[in-house]
């Protein structure tokens, strides 16, 4: 590396899935995991225990995908989620619920951070 050449320290920050548009219809299901970030796409998930159907649980990555005007900001030093009004909402780590339910991407015109078909919908998020 020259020494002219700095890092954007925006180069290490995690992506997300941000909804587009106002969700039309309230959906009522609840997820609850852990924020973490996914190393092999750097993007944000909630990342949740999933029966495999012989008795035993595997961790499964969701992407979320976020209401309009959520982000990640440095706070602190480390990477955090802010909803809408520039709140901290959560850090990656924190135990979650969020609100919502799955569909299809084209269904809502969203761009998956991490690639799925189907993402989680986020309509509200509470820390547990």
Known sequence: MN??????????MPGLTVQREVPTVALQAQLIGTLEIDTST??????TPMG????TDRLVD?????????????????PA?????????????DEIAVGGGFVDIALIDVVSC?????????????RV
């Open 52 to 55: 495999t159907g012989d008795g």
């Open 81 to 93: 989620l802010i909803d809408a009004t520039g709140q901290l909402a959560c850090r990656p780590g």
């Open 3 to 12: 020494g002219d050449a700095q890092q954007s320290p925006d180069a290490v």
């Open 42 to 47: 750097n993007c944000l998930v909630v990342r």
């Open 114 to 126: 991490t690639g799925q078909e189907r993402i989680f919908q986020a309509s509200e998020l509470t």
């Open 62 to 78: 969701i992407d979320v995908a976020w209401p309009q005007g959520w982000s990640v900001e440095l706070r602190d030093g480390t």
